[in-house]
T-cell receptor, first 115, second 118 residues
Framework: AQSVSQHNHHVILSEAASLELGCNYS??????LFWYVQYPGQHLQLLLK??????LVKGIKGFEAEFIKSKFSFNLRKPSVQWSDTAEYFC?????????????FGTGTRLKVLA | DGGITQSPKYLFRKEGQNVTLSCEQN?????MYWYRQDPGQGLRLIYY???????QKGDIAEGYSVSREKKESFPLTVTSAQKNPTAFYLC?????????????????FGPGTRLTVL
């Protein structure tokens, strides 16, 4: 069965620190990969996505993620976090087979950035 | 103003009562989804629908039912058979884009409904 693992459940950083959130998935075929973010009191929204092509994907607000197929990973990074990045971050995977709309979400990582 | 709306934002029900959560989208998306979000468990898929008059069970469909009579609407009923219904429920939709035989789409989420069963 497909699964998504986010190993860090809670992360606390000071402003300007670098961020890397891990995401590993289990599926051997073609995948679409996503990072979603949920700011306090707001909708879950897309941060970035990977469908094909360049494995280094850039998203909004300075975030990026790298798809490493050999490691089944799609880690999220930001070189310098801000207080406003405090949120919950979810990694999601969808098997890229035609006719499959099912997404699998990770358990989420709560990031707190200290001012 | 396009988007996904869920109502109500907060809902309280007595144990043993069925309750229906509303989800409407005006994005002209084919696919719609219902998730349940619990602390420490992330989002778990309850039901999803790829097209009108068709839907499939997700990972935790027991105790829930849905209908998809219109493209814009995908209501979720939490029945009395659901053993632990208190949770935050999220609705999402996505367009149906296919590129070289593979589905390429992004989900858009509603604001959620927090259901508390007393």
């Amino acid at each position: 069965a497909q699964s998504v693992s986010q190993h860090n459940h809670h992360v606390i950083l000071s402003e300007a620190a670098s961020l890397e959130l891990g995401c590993n998935y289990s599926y051997g075929g073609t995948v679409n990969l996503f990072w979603y973010v949920q700011y306090p009191g707001q909708h879950l929204q897309l941060l970035l996505k990977y469908f094909s092509g360049d494995p280094l994907v850039k998203g909004i607000k300075g975030f990026e993620a790298e798809f490493i197929k050999s490691k089944f990973s799609f880690n999220l990074r930001k070189p310098s976090v801000q207080w406003s990045d405090t949120a919950e971050y979810f990694c999601a995977v969808r098997a890229g087979a035609s006719g499959t709309y099912k997404y699998i979400f990770g358990t989420g990582t709560r990031l707190k950035v200290l001012a | 103003d396009g988007g996904i709306t869920q109502s109500p934002k907060y809902l309280f029900r007595k144990e043993g009562q069925n309750v229906t959560l509303s989800c409407e989208q005006n994005l002209n998306h084919d696919a719609m989804y219902w998730y349940r979000q619990d602390p420490g468990q992330g989002l778990r898929l309850i039901y999803y629908s790829q097209i009108v008059n068709d839907f499939q069970k997700g990972d935790i469909a027991e105790g829930y039912s849905v209908s998809r009579e219109k493209k814009e609407s995908f209501p979720l009923t939490v029945t009395s058979a659901q053993k632990n219904p208190t949770a935050f429920y999220l609705c999402a939709s996505s367009p149906r884009r296919v590129d070289s035989g593979f589905i390429t789409d992004t989900q858009y989420f509603g604001p959620g409904t927090r259901l508390t069963v007393l």
